[in-house]
């Protein structure tokens, strides 16, 4: 069991559905990142929270909104998304240190979105 | 630039027999991280190994080892005594150690991932 938790584990919506990813973590860390990940390719980064504030976008389009209610919670908000944003979407989590190199990062197991 | 290289796209290895996933970076910081996890094909991502740069011996965590050689800018996994449930992709990723307001959290750069499938 992974302690980085994301419901749902499943998610089929159409172009013009609003939803929402959720992600939950309670090993105390201070760092959340959403990814996004296509079949045999790396994830790739999609947004950085450090202390509940978001300090990475790396240029998401805006139908994906994020929001950090607090040091446990990570939401990614989809609202009306195109049918090459299916993939599996990622959670991770780690702590925040200076230098911290050698922190892991935590994955949840994914969502995996099919747009129709 | 790519900042991580995996050049093996697939891999077979017979049950029990060891194996070597290869991995090369490219920074031109001195302290970083590799890390290594491995991905079954159910999606979560399973965290394996770390090897810091400043760290004199080679990682080991059960059957995972990690050849580091740091002036070739290399670090491999070893996985010893192959069992089935090793099927699954891998990925090397690498954490420079980046500052942002006082605080690191460092983006992890990943490969391409390798494909490992361990035969009966």
């Known amino acids: 069991d992974t302690e980085v938790t994301q419901t749902p584990k499943h998610l089929v919506m159409g172009m013009t559905n609003k939803k929402s990813l959720k992600c939950e973590q309670h090993?105390?860390?201070?760092?959340m990142y959403w990814y996004k990940q296509k079949a045999k390719k790396p994830p790739e980064l999609m947004f950085v929270y450090s202390y509940e504030k978001l300090s990475i976008n790396e240029s998401v389009p805006s139908r994906f909104s994020p929001e950090c209610p607090n040091s446990s919670l990570l939401n990614l908000h989809l609202h009306a998304l195109q049918p090459e944003d299916s993939a599996l979407y990622l959670c991770a989590s780690s702590q925040v240190l200076l230098q911290g190199v050698r922190q892991p990062q935590h994955f949840g197991d994914g969502t995996r979105l099919s747009i129709l | 630039a790519q900042k991580i290289t995996q050049t093996q796209p697939g891999m077979f290895v017979q049950e029990k027999e060891a194996v070597t996933l290869d991995c090369t970076y490219d920074t031109s910081d001195q302290s970083y991280g590799l890390f290594w996890y491995k991905q079954p094909s159910s999606g979560e991502m399973i965290f394996l190994i770390y090897q810091g740069s400043y760290d004199e011996q080679n990682a080991t965590e059960g059957r995972y080892s990690l050849n580091f050689q740091k002036a070739r800018k290399s670090a491999n996994l070893v996985i010893s005594a192959s069992q089935l449930g090793d099927s699954a992709m891998y990925f090397c990723?690498?954490?420079?150690?980046?500052?942002?307001?006082?605080?690191?959290?460092?983006?992890?750069?990943f490969g391409q991932g390798t494909i490992l499938t361990v035969h009966p």
């Open positions: 990723a690498m954490r420079e150690g980046q500052r942002a307001g006082g605080t690191s959290y460092g983006k992890l750069t």
């Open positions: 090993m105390g860390h201070r760092a």
